[in-house]
């Protein structure tokens, strides 16, 4: 089975610091992508990469940037967090081993920024 | 654009009850359609998936079908369980360009008492 995994599952932050959450798939997939969820509004697109090197903004870029050196890892850096952006952060892998658009998804990283 | 309205929760059924979670879509072209299931504590998994008109997917009880010319998707199960309390997600997806990538509806949570 494909498996996306995030490094931190609980991380608490001061405004102002610099963050980085941790992406990392194990089936050599070319697509990767980060969301965020929030009660009420669902889950959102923040980035995505359609390869190495390669990146695209989603719907609520502001406030964060990604970076994808090697394929199996995507990160997503927030550069000074704000209270804001405390959420869960979902980072999913697409594959299609029935030929349609499947994403699969890690376990969640859910930021507090005090 | 594209977009996904469901139905809000929460629901809360006892169980062997029969489940209608109820999901609309906009998209230009024919999309691919999803359920999305996210157990406490996890991330999404995917449940179900039909990729054209009047297809029906289906696992582990639950079934949506394809509906275009009503644009639903709506999830049903006969006989909901106690370990079927989750968040539960619609969602849809064209393909090429920025249309490749997946839509979210802002999910519906199920619980389920013995």
């Known amino acids: 089975d494909v498996k996306v995994t995030q490094s931190s599952r609980y991380l608490v932050k001061r405004t102002g610091e610099k963050v980085f959450l941790e992406c990392v798939q194990d089936?050599?997939?070319?697509?990767m992508f980060w969301y965020r969820q929030d009660p009420g509004l669902g889950l959102r697109l923040i980035y995505f990469?359609?390869?190495?090197?390669?990146?695209e903004k989603g719907d609520i870029p502001e406030g964060y940037s990604v970076s994808r050196e090697k394929k199996e890892r995507f990160s997503l850096i927030l550069e000074s967090a704000s209270t804001n952006q405390t959420s869960m952060y979902l980072c999913?892998?697409?594959?299609?081993?029935?030929?349609?658009?499947?994403?699969?998804f890690g376990a969640g990283s859910r930021l507090t920024v005090l | 654009g594209n977009s996904v309205t469901q139905m809000e929760g929460p629901v809360t059924l006892s169980e062997e009850a029969f489940l209608t979670i109820n999901c609309t879509y906009t998209?230009?072209?024919?999309?691919?359609l999803f359920w999305y299931v996210q157990y406490p504590g996890e991330g999404l998994q995917l449940l179900l998936k039909?990729?054209?008109?009047?297809d029906k997917g289906s696992n582990k009880g639950f079934e949506a079908t394809y509906r275009k010319e009503t644009t639903s998707f709506h999830l049903e199960k006969g006989s909901v369980q106690v370990s079927d309390s989750a968040v539960y997600f619609c969602?849809?997806?064209?393909?090429?360009?920025?249309?490749?990538?997946?839509?979210f509806g802002k999910g519906t949570l199920l619980t389920v008492n013995p």
């Open positions: 990469s359609y390869d190495v090197k390669m990146k």
């Open positions: 969602a849809l997806s064209g393909f090429g360009g920025s249309n490749y990538k997946l839509t």
């Open positions: 998209a230009t072209g024919y999309p691919s």
């Open positions: 999913a892998s697409r594959g299609s081993p029935g030929g349609a658009n499947v994403l699969t």
């Open positions: 089936m050599d997939h070319e697509n």
């Open positions: 039909a990729t054209k008109a009047d």
